[in-house]
T-cell receptor
Framework: DAGITQSPRHKVTETGTPVTLRCHQT?????MYWYRQDPGHGLRLIHY???????DKGEVSDGYSVSRSKTEDFLLTLESATSSQTSVYFC????????????FGPGTRLTVT | DAKTTQPPSMDCAEGRAANLPCNHS???????VYWYRQIHSQGPQYIIH???NNETNEMASLIITEDRKSSTLILPHATLRDTAVYYC????????????FGTGTRLQVTL
């Protein structure tokens, strides 16, 4: 399995509080991604990064920000969590070259009460 | 990226081949067909991809029709551990092109 970890794995937080999720990789892959998954939906891309300090928005980026200060870490921040952000969050990595398959982390289950 | 259509669910007996179809009639010439699966609540797992030739790896085979408008993922000897949601995705490669997940096919492997 690709070396991807996510922390925390589970979190319960209150509406209006800031939350940061961490994705850590040991593969030295250039690209990193954050997805969310909700019942009845496939995975939807929130943000992605194509290098240190280089990030871009996905299809559901409102209410989220990201940062990547090191190749191995990609942080997802909910500045002020809302109940609609209750979801399972997956991080993924890829080389960005060749077949460019993405490898996914184990996920973080976030509940906003 | 082209849109794909998959049946919502399928059943397969353990030990038999599981054939999962995918329609991608609007695929363009530089788009590949990728398959991923998601077992229960785990992160999606890459299975295989192809452009126009049939492909095989240790997990599965991918058969793409000559006109490339549809494909079939084949699990040759399904086991209970293959019970999962299978996603067919069409995308370009060589860029950080995003994976657009639909709702996939829920494959149930039974004894």
């Amino acid at each position: 399995d690709a070396g991807i970890t996510q922390s925390p794995r589970h979190k319960v937080t209150e509406t209006g509080t800031p939350v940061t999720l961490r994705c850590h990789q040991t593969e030295n892959h250039r690209y990193m991604y954050w997805y969310r998954q909700d019942p009845g939906h496939g995975l939807r891309l929130i943000h992605y990064s194509y290098g240190v300090k280089d990030t871009d928005k996905g299809e559901v980026s409102d209410g989220y920000s990201v940062s990547r200060s090191k190749t191995e870490d990609f942080l997802l921040t909910l500045e002020s969590a809302t109940s609609s952000q209750t979801s399972v969050y997956f991080c993924a990595i890829s080389t960005g070259t060749g077949s460019d398959e993405q490898y996914f982390g184990p996920g973080t289950r976030l509940t906003v009460t | 990226d082209a849109k794909t259509t998959q049946p919502p669910s399928m059943d397969c007996a353990e030990g038999r081949a599981a054939n999962l179809p995918c329609n991608h009639s609007t695929i363009s010439g530089n788009e590949y067909v990728y398959w991923y699966r998601q077992i229960h609540s785990q992160g999606p797992q890459y299975i295989i991809h192809g452009l126009k030739n049939n492909e095989t790896n240790e997990m599965a085979s991918l058969i793409i029709t000559e006109d490339r408008k549809s494909s079939t993922l084949i699990l040759p000897h399904a086991t209970l551990r293959d019970t999962a949601v299978y996603y067919c995705i069409v995308r370009t490669t060589g860029t950080a092109s995003k994976l657009t997940f639909g709702t996939g096919t829920r494959l149930q492997v039974t004894l």
